[in-house]
């Protein structure tokens, strides 16, 4: 750090000199002119860096974590399409095929612990291909889901989509079933708890700004309900433009 100060002084603060000087420290170069405010020249230096450097590195990961941290969501977005080869598809391993990369999870499922259920990807069941994802009810009282099953997607500002999803339950019984979620403010119908053969289900909603998360939740009515039991299942998220 005390090495980048001095030369980023010297060259009066000029990012090409400070890049030709310090050729083998890109990522720490990435990261020093994002803390100088030089988001765009920090980027460009990202995208310089090989792809399995930055995989293999978590650095590469905080480095995203501060872009979308200080408001840089879509430059985030783009740098990271481009680690995982991917095209920019608005829903993202939506048939959960691909392997989620714990680290690098920024706009891929989030999946994290929850108290009163178990979520896994299931390699037995599917609507389509070979993978789902599946959600075992514990049997614990007032179930909730809330920012345990996530996704942020980029979209057009002011547009209109149709967001449609498969699903299925087993031996489902529960006060309040799961429903998908659009940044809080567009809520899918709830699931049949009847569906074991499996259901399509969709539902609109205008983009109210230029990213929205995907959320699966369960929001309890009262304070106290009973528990919730059985298995669901979800599958193949799609994402296009509503008519």
Same mark, same amino acid.
Request: hydrophobic residues 40%; aromatic residues 10%.
């Given at each position: 750090?005390?090495?980048?100060? +001095?030369?980023?002084?010297?060259?009066?603060?000029?990012?090409?000199?400070? /890049?030709?000087?310090?050729?083998?420290?890109?990522?720490?170069?990435?990261?020093?002119?994002?803390?100088? #405010?030089?988001?765009?020249? #920090? &980027?460009?230096?990202?995208?310089?860096?090989?792809?399995?450097?930055?995989?293999?590195?978590?650095?590469? #990961?905080?480095?995203?974590?501060?872009?979308? %941290? %200080? %408001?840089?969501?879509?430059?985030?977005?783009?740098?990271? +399409?481009? +680690?995982?080869?991917?095209?920019?598809? +608005?829903?993202? /391993?939506?048939?959960?095929?691909?392997?989620?990369?714990?680290?690098? &999870?920024?706009?891929?499922?989030?999946?994290?612990?929850? /108290?009163?259920?178990?979520?896994?990807?299931?390699?037995?069941?599917?609507?389509?291909?070979?993978?789902?994802?599946?959600?075992?009810?514990? %049997?614990?009282?007032?179930?909730?889901?809330?920012?345990?099953?996530?996704?942020?997607?980029?979209?057009?500002?002011?547009?209109?989509?149709?967001?449609?999803?498969?699903?299925?339950?087993?031996?489902?019984?529960?006060?309040? &079933?799961?429903?998908?979620?659009?940044?809080?403010?567009?809520?899918?119908?709830?699931?049949?708890?009847?569906?074991?053969?499996?259901?399509?289900?969709?539902?609109?909603?205008?983009?109210?700004?230029?990213?929205?998360?995907?959320?699966?939740?369960?929001?309890?009515?009262?304070?106290?309900?009973?528990?919730?039991?059985?298995?669901?299942?979800?599958?193949?998220?799609?994402?296009? &433009?509503?008519?």
């Amino acid at each position: 750090q005390a090495a980048l100060d +001095l030369v980023w002084a010297a060259s009066g603060e000029n990012p090409a000199t400070l /890049n030709a000087l310090v050729p083998k420290a890109q990522l720490e170069l990435a990261h020093f002119l994002f803390q100088k #405010s030089r988001v765009p020249e #920090s &980027a460009a230096i990202f995208r310089q860096i090989p792809r399995d450097e930055l995989l293999a590195d978590k650095e590469s #990961s905080s480095y995203l974590n501060r872009l979308i %941290g %200080g %408001g840089h969501t879509a430059i985030a977005h783009d740098l990271w +399409l481009g +680690l995982m080869k991917g095209d920019p598809s +608005l829903v993202w /391993n939506g048939g959960f095929e691909s392997n989620i990369l714990l680290d690098f &999870a920024q706009f891929d499922w989030s999946i994290q612990p929850n /108290n009163y259920a178990q979520v896994s990807i299931d390699r037995d069941a599917a609507h389509s291909g070979h993978r789902s994802l599946r959600i075992d009810f514990l %049997g614990r009282e007032t179930t909730r889901l809330d920012k345990e099953i996530t996704q942020t997607i980029r979209v057009n500002k002011g547009a209109r989509y149709r967001l449609r999803y498969y699903y299925k339950s087993s031996d489902f019984v529960a006060p309040q &079933a799961p429903r998908v979620v659009l940044s809080d403010t567009v809520i899918s119908e709830t699931i049949m708890k009847d569906a074991e053969g499996g259901q399509e289900q969709s539902v609109e909603f205008v983009a109210e700004n230029d990213f929205v998360t995907i959320a699966i939740k369960v929001q309890p009515k009262f304070s106290y309900e009973d528990p919730t039991h059985g298995t669901v299942w979800f599958d193949d998220f799609e994402i296009d &433009a509503a008519r």
